[in-house]
């Protein structure tokens, strides 16, 4: 059965620890809004694991 939704998915298992990778990755999942409002959020937090947490609030369904 062929469906035309095709549920994007990011690996970060080669991204953890890097937020600038995790946010490469991130970018080709989400739309350009999307994006720009991540990275805005992303620079406001502090410490890796909020931004860890918001990265993944963007991308996990």
């Known amino acids: 059965m062929h469906t035309n939704r095709v549920k994007a998915k990011v690996d970060f298992k080669f991204c953890m620890g890097n ?14 809004k999307q994006y720009k409002e991540l990275c805005t ?9 909020e931004q860890k947490r918001i990265i993944f609030s963007y991308v996990d369904p």
């Open 41 to 49: 959020e992303v620079n406001k937090a502090d410490g890796y694991l």
């Open 19 to 32: 937020i600038p990778a995790m946010l490469r990755a991130a970018k080709n999942v989400l739309s350009e």
